[in-house]
């Protein structure tokens, strides 16, 4: 991946907010960790479901990003997990999850990242996932690649559903049948499956080759959308994306893939090509 200082040197708007989306998710990981070390002290809310969870963390580190946003870009406009969408007069959008992957954070395991997109118009041309955790950073901007800590990433297109994990997600909105079939039909065709509690991690994972691929029956934006520019980037595939207001709103259907995986997982999760 080009350095940062390199990134589109025609497209000085999307350089800059590249790098600033880099900053502010490492200062947001640095938050984020902060309350990851004293999570005994913080209190715990449920909202859709028990396993539904939000935290002071969750409403702080993304008034952090927010702020920062706003500082650097004030006509920007934002869609965050906790706030919702904020308007503003120009092309760009950021679409942010301040922590993703809440229950596994709040439990004390690894895997959780913040998560950042920027969206031009009807393309998302910058994201970044940062899992503080992990040390690991992951970039891809419009043109330019996909990188985890400074490391191009490229995907393998020898990679197919047998000889890698799928990774896989389910919540609520899922029914059990639909969440059962997918299962049931990739362990028959001799795949295998990885359910981590963070989407945007997972679709992260997809981009660097740790996962062949990625589905969630049911997804909004802020978690998916920094994860499907690091996959484009690296040379695989994603479902096509609506960015108009109620979209943005709603969840939808989430795959990414590395290329030679693609078609067997869209099969599998019964989506037309």
């Known amino acids: 991946m080009a350095d940062a200082q390199e ?17 502010i998710a490492k200062k947001a990981g640095e938050l984020a960790l902060r309350y990851y070390s004293g999570r005994e002290g913080l209190v715990i809310e449920s909202k859709a479901t028990l396993h539904d969870l939000v935290s002071v963390a969750d409403r702080n580190v993304e008034t952090l990003i927010r702020e920062r946003i706003s500082a650097a870009f004030p006509e920007d406009r934002m869609l965050g997990e906790e706030f919702g969408l904020t308007g503003g007069r120009s092309p760009y959008l950021w679409v942010f999850d301040p922590i993703d992957g809440t229950l596994p954070f709040v439990a004390g395991m690894p895997s959780w990242c913040v998560s950042i997109a920027v969206v031009k118009q009807d393309e998302i041309v910058a994201g970044v996932v940062n899992a503080p955790r992990l040390d690991e950073v992951y970039a891809a901007a419009r043109g330019v690649g996909a990188s985890l800590n400074d490391k191009p990433l490229l995907l393998d297109p020898l990679l197919n559903i047998r000889n890698t994990t799928m990774g896989f997600g389910a919540n609520h909105h899922a029914s059990p049948e639909v969440v059962g079939g997918f299962i049931r039909r990739l362990l028959e065709e001799g795949g295998n499956f990885l359910r981590n509690g963070s989407g945007a991690l997972s679709l992260a994972y997809v981009a660097a080759g740790k996962l062949g691929g990625y589905y969630e029956p049911y997804m909004h934006a802020w978690d998916c959308f920094a994860g499907y520019c690091l996959v484009k980037e690296a040379g695989g595939w ?3 994306v609506r960015t108009d207001d109620d979209s943005l709103r709603r969840g939808a259907t989430v795959i ?4 030679g995986t693609a078609g067997d997982l869209r099969r599998l999760a019964g989506i037309a090509a």
Not at 7 to 23: H, I, K, S, T, Y
Not at 256 to 259: E, T, Y
């Open 256 to 259: 990414a893939a590395a290329p």
């Open 238 to 240: 994603h479902i096509p």
């Open 7 to 23: 990134l589109e040197v025609q497209d000085v708007d999307l350089r800059n907010r590249f790098e600033c989306a880099l900053e």
